[in-house]
């Protein structure tokens, strides 16, 4: 089947029966921290949010960081490796 977006999915599929529902993942999403205790209030000091912005997912902050599965995206942009010289950038800037 061509990769279509999950809502144009046949309701069969195996991939829309499970992405349609909160925690079916394919991993749980239920893990409770057993270490001490991190407030939400403490973890938006640490972290440097904006007032307002909404912490995603459910449970604890504690559990949600370290007792359950996370997703890390890495993006760098930077010349190829073929070709290029052995120096260092003068100037580098996350985007």
């Given amino acids: 089947m061509a990769s279509l977006p ?3 999915r046949p ?3 195996a991939a829309a ?3 349609h529902r909160p925690g079916r993942h394919g991993l749980p999403d239920d893990g409770r921290w057993a270490g001490a205790p991190y407030p939400a ?3 938006r000091a640490d972290a440097g949010l904006s007032p ?3 912490l995603l997912g459910s449970g604890e902050v504690a559990d949600t960081l ?3 599965s996370a997703l890390t995206v890495l993006g760098i942009d930077c010349p190829p490796v073929l070709g ?8 580098a800037r996350a985007g």
């Fill in 52 to 54: 307002g912005a909404v």
């Fill in 41 to 43: 209030e403490q973890f």
């Fill in 6 to 8: 999950v809502k144009q």
């Fill in 11 to 13: 309701a069969g599929t």
């Fill in 84 to 91: 290029s010289a052995a120096a260092v950038t003068p100037r």
């Fill in 66 to 68: 370290w007792a359950r």
């Fill in 17 to 19: 029966r499970t992405r």
